[in-house]
């Protein structure tokens, strides 16, 4: 069989990134011949019982008072990572790099000084491949075959980290165009689900979500302009914020469409716990980065506090398609939670705000070249055009190629949408004279979706329209007694046949589901303390 030269150039960047992964010492053994649809066990019988503690005992910040009082070496936690990391890779394919020279060199240095560095001393994080590399000689190709081997350092929020005392040690799959909410590309292949091998860990940053999902990473940088924090933090069970754009320095990541400003994207975190988010904010915004990056909001992490029970409205669907059971399930245990504790719930109607349009409007604003740079890239590497690549490009109405009338007519329509909707939840205090504070949605229409089906995205990019933050935090799990199918529910149009169709609850087994908070735009805080408050409800500390 004839290779085909994009496969000889992609083979370049798996054999970096198995090499990376083959530095492990000790290498892992006893690995499975046959991996198990659940990965979830599978560190217990690979890792020592010191790095499955030191990886799995403690949270965020539980693991940083460790190492900032030298209970635990960062050369150790590091290691256990790295391990737990590669253990990741053979799992769920998750890694493009495994950094085990530069992370341990990096823990060493800072095991070495008298003092702590700062807030992230000794803290191993994981990092999205296109945004950015520390390493010396290192490279970025976003999943483009095309930019393989494409020289790329540091971006100014890695350095915020890095000065803060973080270790970098893990980079992490995406998919083709990185816009899919599925991670799969033709450099790395599919990246699977460490609950189900069955499902999508989601996408773009599906590598941070199945790495951060077995615990081989406890923080992790993701990024999001459809869903892409989001949705993978859902589908894995693990805490995922998406800010506010131009909050956190965002600038320096190779993509396509530099400069595009109809809808944007932003960094933000990833992580095994709720408190990680607000450290990660609080620490990503202390050096005031809009001192160098003019473009950013001049605006301070200043923590929420509420002094009444938070007015609270739930979103049981978006006007087109009709959540899958085990998602109904799991908004009906919070919201009763919720009033248990005293807080105010309401329901949030969606049939008038229209979202289909606010899908069309979204997806014609991402390729307002029509596609033209994105394909010309996939073209340039002569690799095959991938068939959720296809679905958000060639099978949207919308997405055209603008002239300059046409796009500045687009973005009109984006700031009406937007006005419509503030108005909306402004409106939600003329009764009794408090608005809504949050909105408690889903964050996908189920739980994590069987591969090739993650075509519906207006329960994540809705919010990228509006520029609106928004927090995933884990509910529950999929349980095939309490979910069962409704046989007589009829689809309201084509998306809710297609996703009603997909539905059977042996499908999704282990699979989690998650809940989605959001915010008006700017009131990032809140989101994150409304979070809290809502975790509470919910018996958690």
């Not at 803060?164 to 292949?189: D, K, W």
Request: aromatic share 8%.
């Amino acid at each position: 069989m004839t290779i085909q030269p994009w496969e000889a150039k992609a083979s370049i960047a798996r054999s970096k990134r198995d090499d990376s992964v083959a530095r492990v010492e000790p290498p892992l053994q006893g690995l499975p011949d046959t991996l198990p649809q659940n990965s979830q066990e599978l560190a217990k019988a690979i890792l020592t019982p010191k790095e499955v503690e030191i990886t799995e005992k403690y949270s965020v910040t539980e693991l940083l008072a460790k190492l900032h009082s030298r209970e635990l070496s960062a050369e150790e936690v590091t290691k256990a990572f790295l391990r737990r990391a590669a253990l990741a890779q053979f799992a769920t394919n998750c890694l493009t790099e495994l950094l085990w020279d530069e992370a341990i060199e990096r823990a060493r240095y800072l095991d070495s000084l008298p003092e702590p560095v700062g807030p992230l001393h000794g803290l191993p994080i994981s990092t999205k491949e296109h945004h950015a590399t520390k390493s010396p000689n290192g490279t970025t190709n976003a999943s483009y075959v095309a930019w393989i081997g494409k020289p790329h350092g540091s971006i100014l929020l890695y350095d915020i980290l890095w000065d803060a005392g973080c270790v970098f040690f893990a980079r992490t799959t995406q998919p083709q165009t990185i816009m899919h909410l599925e991670t799969s590309s033709n450099i790395y292949g599919r990246t699977v689900n460490p609950y189900n091998r069955d499902l999508t860990p989601g996408g773009s940053s599906g590598g941070e979500s199945a790495l951060i999902g077995m615990r081989g990473s406890v923080l992790g940088v993701g990024g999001d302009i459809g869903g892409s924090i989001r949705c993978p933090a859902a589908h894995t069970g693990i805490y995922g914020f998406k800010p506010t754009t131009k909050r956190v320095p965002s600038g320096g990541q190779r993509s396509h469409m530099i400069g595009k400003e109809t809808i944007l994207s932003t960094l933000g975190p990833m992580a095994t716990d709720r408190e990680a988010l607000e450290l990660f904010m609080k620490v990503a915004l202390s050096t005031k980065p809009w001192r160098l990056d003019p473009s950013l909001t001049a605006k301070e992490w200043t923590p929420y506090k509420f002094t009444k029970p938070l007015k609270i409205a739930v979103q049981w669907w978006d006007g087109v398609v009709t959540p899958h059971p085990p998602m109904i399930r799991a908004l009906k245990e919070v919201s009763e939670a919720c009033k248990a504790a005293g807080m105010e719930v309401v329901d949030w109607d969606c049939e008038s705000l229209d979202h289909k349009k606010g899908w069309e409007i979204a997806a014609g604003l991402y390729w307002p070249d029509g596609g033209e740079e994105v394909l010309g890239l996939i073209e340039e590497g002569g690799e095959p055009i991938l068939p959720l690549t296809k679905f958000i490009i060639h099978e949207q109405p919308s997405v055209k190629k603008l002239d300059q009338h046409g796009l500045w007519k687009l973005c009109a329509e984006r700031d009406a949408y937007r006005a419509a909707y503030a108005k909306h939840w402004t409106d939600t205090g003329k009764t009794d004279g408090k608005e809504v504070d949050v909105i408690l949605c889903p964050p996908s229409f189920g739980a994590a979706t069987p591969h090739e089906q993650s075509r519906y995205w207006g329960y994540t990019s809705m919010w990228n329209l509006l520029d609106y933050p928004g927090a995933v935090f884990p509910v529950t799990t999929v349980d095939p007694e309490k979910d069962k199918k409704d046989l007589g529910y009829k689809p309201k149009n084509a998306e809710d046949q297609f996703v009603y169709a997909m539905y059977a609850p042996e499908k999704y087994q282990d699979a989690p589901v998650s809940l989605q908070i959001i915010g008006r735009r700017h009131y990032d805080e809140k989101v994150i303390a409304a979070l809290t408050e809502i975790e509470r409800a919910m018996g958690r500390k």
